[in-house]
């Protein structure tokens, strides 16, 4: 049976691009602080969390006078950061999981495996490359930044959808359950879910 630490971690990150202030808790009750210069990723954030079950808090300050890219990535790649450090070990997790998650017109599934092994694979297609003045390629960005970093298996697919702004929001309800499914701690694992001993 794994303990019952607290599975949280933080990150402050500055570069001469961004400068990130960030906190994760795995098993949290679904609070946010979201302070980032990029509108609709709040967004986005608060539903992850929310629908997870984490706690989030991310203070991001970036040169979005060039665009949005530099604090998007950034954000991604400290959430990964925490989450690796958060889970530690892994012992107990359940390490995998997969979620449909639908909203309204729009169907998006997420599949994770909780690996040490970093892989990525998307499948989207939005109708609007804008959702008011964010870029949708910058969902790509951010979920393979997230799973490189928190060397997990990420697979994404939006399966249908007209409504851009709910295919995006759909991919991140579903990222939010998936993982929490994924990081669940189950009293009949021993150790680490893989015949390795190690993930």
Same mark, same amino acid.
């Given at each position: 049976?794994?303990? /019952?630490?607290?599975?949280?971690?933080?990150?402050?990150?500055?570069?001469?691009?961004?400068?990130? /202030?960030?906190?994760?808790?795995?098993?949290?009750?679904?609070?946010?602080?979201?302070?980032?210069?990029?509108?609709?990723?709040?967004?986005?954030?608060?539903?992850?969390?929310?629908?997870?079950?984490?706690?989030?808090?991310?203070?991001?300050?970036?040169?979005?006078?060039?665009?949005?890219?530099?604090? +998007?990535?950034?954000?991604?790649?400290?959430?990964?950061?925490?989450? @690796?450090?958060?889970?530690?070990?892994?012992?107990?997790? /359940? @390490?995998?999981?997969?979620?449909?998650?639908?909203?309204?017109?729009?169907?998006?599934?997420?599949?994770?495996? +909780?690996?040490?092994?970093?892989?990525?694979?998307?499948?989207?297609?939005?109708?609007?490359?804008?959702?008011?003045?964010?870029?949708?390629?910058? +969902?790509?960005?951010?979920?393979?930044?997230?799973?490189?970093?928190? @060397?997990?298996?990420?697979?994404?697919? +939006?399966?249908?959808?007209?409504?851009?702004?709910?295919?995006?929001?759909?991919?991140?309800?579903?990222?939010?359950?998936?993982?929490?499914?994924?990081?669940?701690?189950?009293?009949?694992?021993?150790?680490?879910?893989?015949?390795?001993?190690?993930?």
């Amino acid at each position: 049976m794994a303990d /019952k630490k607290v599975r949280e971690a933080s990150i402050t990150r500055t570069t001469n691009e961004t400068d990130i /202030k960030l906190t994760f808790a795995v098993d949290g009750s679904g609070e946010t602080k979201l302070e980032t210069d990029v509108p609709f990723l709040n967004h986005m954030l608060d539903l992850f969390a929310k629908h997870g079950q984490f706690n989030l808090d991310v203070n991001a300050k970036g040169d979005i006078e060039i665009d949005d890219h530099h604090t +998007v990535e950034d954000i991604g790649i400290c959430l990964g950061q925490t989450l @690796r450090e958060a889970l530690g070990d892994k012992k107990g997790i /359940k @390490r995998y999981a997969s979620v449909f998650v639908p909203m309204d017109e729009a169907l998006a599934q997420v599949i994770i495996d +909780v690996s040490n092994r970093p892989h990525f694979e998307y499948r989207a297609e939005y109708p609007s490359s804008q959702v008011g003045s964010f870029s949708t390629e910058l +969902v790509h960005e951010f979920l393979w930044k997230l799973a490189l970093e928190a @060397r997990i298996t990420l697979h994404v697919i +939006v399966h249908y959808g007209h409504n851009t702004h709910h295919m995006i929001e759909a991919v991140f309800k579903a990222l939010g359950r998936a993982l929490d499914e994924a990081t669940m701690i189950d009293p009949r694992v021993q150790g680490v879910p893989s015949t390795k001993g190690v993930l």
